[in-house]
């Protein structure tokens, strides 16, 4: 199993740009995670989807960040306008149902918004 | 809303044991989860506690107490391999897993 696949990997990009970070699940897994990390708040959940559909984006700090999962193999998070203060790694985890305390990471992907 | 709570850093030596702690408050508890994170990598699972007590697995073992709504991570006979961060996270049932703020464990020869 190739695991979750995240990218790109590495990302820097101006302040106002729109920013794409895209998600591959472990086939058949049910739930899909985006986390957000940073070293002052530490790894933030920042929506889930399960089967395709958004449960809870209580975590989405603002407007400009929405995310989608048009299928049970793709997930995308996308930031626009981008800004500094959104730099940090993004990581996507995935997990089936039943085993809520085993979700598998993504590499993550490092976004630095200068 | 939930919180966890659990030491920023903890230093020891190889061959030394470590406990590492986690108190939690949460509505809905299912169960205590804890992860290990190298430097630069990705959170990784290692042991689960949904009933009180102790889980071993190796040289890692987890206890879980519910009604005192705290937990551990014993780490025994530590490698240097073992430098690296490790979260608590807690499940509410059919959520996501809501993470601490890590501990950051530094082993030395």
């Known amino acids: 199993d190739a695991g979750v696949i995240q990218s790109p990997r590495h990302e820097v990009t101006e302040m106002g740009q729109e920013v794409t970070l895209r998600c591959k699940p472990i086939s058949g897994h049910d739930y899909l995670f985006w986390y957000r990390q940073t070293m002052m708040r530490g790894l933030e959940l920042l929506i889930y989807?399960?089967?395709?559909?958004?449960?809870?984006d209580s975590g989405m700090p603002e407007d400009r960040f929405s995310a989608k999962m048009p299928n049970a193999s793709f997930s995308t998070l996308k930031i626009q306008p981008s800004e500094p203060r959104d730099s940090a790694v993004y990581f996507c985890?995935?997990?089936?149902?039943?085993?809520?305390?085993?979700?598998?990471f993504g590499p993550g992907t490092r976004l630095l918004v200068l | 809303g939930q919180s966890l709570e659990q030491p920023s850093e903890v230093t020891a030596v190889e061959g030394a044991i470590v406990q590492i702690n986690c108190t939690y408050q949460?509505?809905?508890?299912?169960?205590l989860s804890w992860y290990q994170q190298h430097d630069g990598g990705a959170p990784t699972f290692l042991s689960y506690?949904?009933?009180?007590g102790l889980e071993e697995t190796g040289r890692f073992s987890s206890f879980l107490s519910r009604s005192d709504s705290y937990g551990y991570l014993l780490l025994q006979e530590l490698q240097m391999k073992d430098s690296a961060s490790y979260f608590c996270a807690v499940n509410q049932a059919g959520t996501a897993l809501i993470f601490g703020k890590g501990t950051t464990l530094s082993v030395s020869s």
């Open positions: 989807f399960n089967n395709n559909v958004p449960i809870d």
């Open positions: 949460t509505s809905g508890f299912y169960g």
């Open positions: 985890a995935s997990r089936s149902r039943g085993r809520e305390e085993t979700q598998y």
């Open positions: 506690n949904a009933l009180d």
